[in-house]
């Protein structure tokens, strides 16, 4: 299928939702835990816990020094009762409601690529860019998605990732507004599987995990095994507080503020 018949699939099989769930903030950390990317599963899989921002060189040597934006583990019933481990690099964009976008970085795809290859050698399985567009209010009642102006820079990096063997996903969603400010969330949902709210545009290469970042992936499931038990634990975010060096679990819907130090952690993403 080529990219323009994916693009395609994508406007004829969706339709739009409201999720009562109001935000502050636009960057990861404040979006993350509200938008619909947080469905009890992902690529049909369910997820145990995953982690935002968490530092490459945590507890493995210091020999890489990046960021890994999204780490999920994931368990692969039904196929098998093994656990996945998938890792993302997110970059985040504005669509207006007059179709236009802002910050599309259209000129760093090389950049990303590198980034992902990054992932890879430190030994990320499953390695995918997810493209998340923030629309406001309006946009999806006036456009489909993805509108015109996307169509070259998604076109220029399914050819560029798929040749790497990088999965590619896409996730729109826009803030409702009415005169008291923000009322939620509009979505855009498949017709096939309304708890989907995000677009598989590429597979990625599954493989198993390696050094060092297996050792990173056993430092965080053993502090998430440990952490006390919660409502809801899983649908918690593992996170690194820099000010205070110290892993903490929390949802970041209501807690912004490093439970140990009282550090911003917003602030330090």
């Known amino acids: 299928m ?3 018949e994916v693009l395609q699939l994508i406007r004829d099989n969706t339709f739009q939702i409201r999720t009562a769930i ?3 903030g636009s960057n990861l950390a404040y979006f993350f835990p509200d938008a619909p990317f947080r469905t009890p599963s992902w690529g049909l899989r369910i997820w145990k816990w995953f982690a935002i921002n968490i530092p490459m060189d945590l507890g493995t040597g210091g020999a890489f ?4 934006d999204i780490i999920a583990r994931l368990h692969d019933f039904p196929r098998s009762q093994e656990w996945l481990y998938k890792a993302w690099e997110v970059k985040v964009s504005l669509l207006c409601k007059d179709g236009s976008a802002l910050s599309l970085k259209a000129g760093k795809l090389k950049r990303t690529v590198t980034q992902l290859k990054a992932y890879r050698d430190f030994g990320s399985p499953a390695v995918s860019l997810i493209d998340v567009y923030v629309c406001e209010a309006g946009f999806m009642r006036k456009n489909n998605f993805p ?8 076109l220029a990096k399914i050819a560029e990732l798929s040749q790497h063997g990088f999965g590619y996903q896409l996730l729109p969603f826009e803030h409702g507004e009415d005169a008291d400010g923000d009322v939620g969330l509009l979505a855009l949902h498949h017709v096939s599987n309304p708890l989907k709210t995000h677009f598989d545009v590429l597979p990625t290469i599954r493989a198993g995990p390696s050094q ?5 992936a056993e430092r965080l499931n053993d502090f998430f095994e440990h952490a006390p038990e919660r409502r809801s634990k899983s649908f918690n975010q593992i ?4 000010e205070c060096r110290q892993l903490q679990l929390i949802s970041m819907k209501n807690n912004y503020d490093c439970p140990h130090c009282k550090s911003d ?3 330090q993403s």
């Open 2 to 4: 080529s990219g323009l």
């Open 22 to 24: 109001s935000r502050k």
């Open 65 to 68: 020094t990046s960021d890994m």
């Open 147 to 154: 509108p015109p102006v996307l169509e070259r820079t998604i």
């Open 212 to 216: 060092p970042f297996s050792r990173l």
């Open 239 to 242: 996170v690194f507080c820099r």
């Open 265 to 267: 952690l917003v602030a």
